[in-house]
Protein backbone atom coordinates (compact mmCIF):
# COMPACT_ATOMS: atom_id res chain seq x y z
CA UNK A 1 0.00 0.00 0.00
CA UNK A 2 0.94 3.09 -0.63
CA UNK A 3 -0.49 6.96 0.89
CA UNK A 4 -0.19 9.78 -0.82
CA UNK A 5 -1.36 13.62 1.12
CA UNK A 6 -1.33 16.40 -1.54
CA UNK A 7 -1.26 20.38 -0.20
CA UNK A 8 -1.06 23.69 -1.66
CA UNK A 9 -4.07 24.44 -3.30
CA UNK A 10 -6.04 27.61 -2.93
CA UNK A 11 -7.52 30.59 -4.37
CA UNK A 12 -5.43 32.52 -6.84
CA UNK A 13 -5.82 35.09 -9.55
CA UNK A 14 -5.30 34.34 -13.17
CA UNK A 15 -1.87 34.88 -14.33
CA UNK A 16 -0.45 33.69 -11.02
CA UNK A 17 1.16 30.58 -9.51
CA UNK A 18 0.88 28.27 -6.84
CA UNK A 19 2.80 24.94 -6.06
CA UNK A 20 1.17 21.80 -5.29
CA UNK A 21 3.02 18.90 -2.91
CA UNK A 22 2.24 15.25 -2.53
CA UNK A 23 4.13 13.21 0.02
CA UNK A 24 3.89 9.59 -0.41
CA UNK A 25 4.17 7.43 1.89
CA UNK A 26 4.21 2.99 3.08
CA UNK A 27 5.43 1.05 0.06
CA UNK A 28 7.26 3.91 -1.65
CA UNK A 29 10.14 1.52 -3.07
CA UNK A 30 7.42 -0.01 -5.47
CA UNK A 31 6.65 3.36 -6.92
CA UNK A 32 8.10 3.98 -10.59
CA UNK A 33 6.38 7.14 -11.28
CA UNK A 34 4.04 9.62 -9.48
CA UNK A 35 1.78 11.64 -11.69
CA UNK A 36 -0.54 14.86 -10.91
CA UNK A 37 -4.33 14.47 -12.86
CA UNK A 38 -7.31 17.24 -12.22
CA UNK A 39 -10.99 17.10 -12.37
CA UNK A 40 -13.48 19.68 -12.78
CA UNK A 41 -16.57 19.63 -12.22
CA UNK A 42 -18.70 17.59 -14.07
CA UNK A 43 -15.78 16.53 -16.10
CA UNK A 44 -14.29 12.90 -16.32
CA UNK A 45 -10.53 13.23 -14.51
CA UNK A 46 -7.64 14.49 -16.85
CA UNK A 47 -3.58 13.84 -17.40
CA UNK A 48 -1.70 17.16 -15.72
CA UNK A 49 1.76 15.49 -15.92
CA UNK A 50 4.23 12.68 -14.96
CA UNK A 51 7.64 12.06 -13.86
CA UNK A 52 9.47 8.88 -12.97
CA UNK A 53 10.75 8.12 -9.71
CA UNK A 54 14.39 7.07 -10.34
CA UNK A 55 15.20 8.40 -14.18
CA UNK A 56 13.60 11.73 -14.20
CA UNK A 57 11.62 10.66 -17.22
CA UNK A 58 8.46 13.62 -17.49
CA UNK A 59 5.60 13.85 -19.57
CA UNK A 60 2.81 17.03 -19.81
CA UNK A 61 -0.07 17.35 -21.10
CA UNK A 62 -0.73 19.83 -23.71
CA UNK A 63 -2.60 22.13 -22.52
CA UNK A 64 -0.36 22.80 -19.26
CA UNK A 65 3.62 22.73 -21.20
CA UNK A 66 5.51 25.36 -20.72
CA UNK A 67 3.41 26.74 -17.61
CA UNK A 68 3.46 23.63 -15.17
CA UNK A 69 6.63 21.92 -14.08
CA UNK A 70 6.42 18.37 -12.30
CA UNK A 71 9.39 17.70 -10.18
CA UNK A 72 10.60 15.21 -7.52
CA UNK A 73 12.51 14.70 -3.87
CA UNK A 74 13.33 11.12 -3.17
CA UNK A 75 14.80 11.78 0.11
CA UNK A 76 11.62 13.61 1.08
CA UNK A 77 9.19 10.77 -1.37
CA UNK A 78 7.51 14.33 -2.92
CA UNK A 79 6.72 15.41 -5.95
CA UNK A 80 5.82 18.62 -6.55
CA UNK A 81 3.88 20.33 -9.35
CA UNK A 82 4.85 24.04 -10.06
CA UNK A 83 2.01 26.19 -11.99
CA UNK A 84 2.44 29.43 -13.13
CA UNK A 85 0.48 31.77 -15.49
CA UNK A 86 -2.75 29.95 -13.99
CA UNK A 87 -5.78 30.91 -16.15
CA UNK A 88 -9.76 30.01 -14.87
CA UNK A 89 -9.67 27.20 -17.14
CA UNK A 90 -6.99 25.23 -14.34
CA UNK A 91 -9.54 25.32 -11.75
CA UNK A 92 -10.29 21.80 -10.60
CA UNK A 93 -9.47 19.47 -7.82
CA UNK A 94 -6.20 18.39 -8.34
CA UNK A 95 -4.88 14.27 -7.21
CA UNK A 96 -1.96 13.17 -7.02
CA UNK A 97 -1.47 9.49 -8.10
CA UNK A 98 0.70 6.46 -8.61
CA UNK A 99 1.75 4.60 -10.83
CA UNK A 100 3.65 1.15 -9.82
CA UNK A 101 4.36 -0.29 -13.47
CA UNK A 102 7.18 1.58 -16.21
CA UNK A 103 6.12 4.42 -18.33
CA UNK A 104 5.06 7.91 -17.53
CA UNK A 105 1.28 7.96 -19.86
CA UNK A 106 -1.48 9.43 -18.54
CA UNK A 107 -3.83 7.21 -18.44
CA UNK A 108 -5.75 7.26 -15.14
CA UNK A 109 -6.32 3.40 -15.56
CA UNK A 110 -2.77 2.90 -15.11
CA UNK A 111 -2.21 4.77 -11.64
CA UNK A 112 -3.04 1.97 -8.74
CA UNK A 113 -3.07 4.79 -6.09
CA UNK A 114 -4.90 8.44 -5.77
CA UNK A 115 -4.76 11.24 -2.75
CA UNK A 116 -7.87 12.64 -1.81
CA UNK A 117 -7.06 16.00 -3.92
CA UNK A 118 -6.53 19.44 -3.50
CA UNK A 119 -8.99 22.08 -4.83
CA UNK A 120 -7.73 24.81 -7.25
CA UNK A 121 -10.10 28.05 -7.69
CA UNK A 122 -8.67 30.49 -10.25
CA UNK A 123 -10.48 33.60 -10.56
CA UNK A 124 -10.48 35.55 -13.61
Known amino acids: QVQLAESGGGLVQAGGSLRLSCAASGRTFSIHTMGWFRQAPGKAREFVAAISWSGGDTNYADSVKGRFTISRDNAKNTVYLQMNSLKPEDTAVYYC?????????????????WGQGTQVTVSS
Open 97 to 113: GVRLGLGVGGLVSDYNY
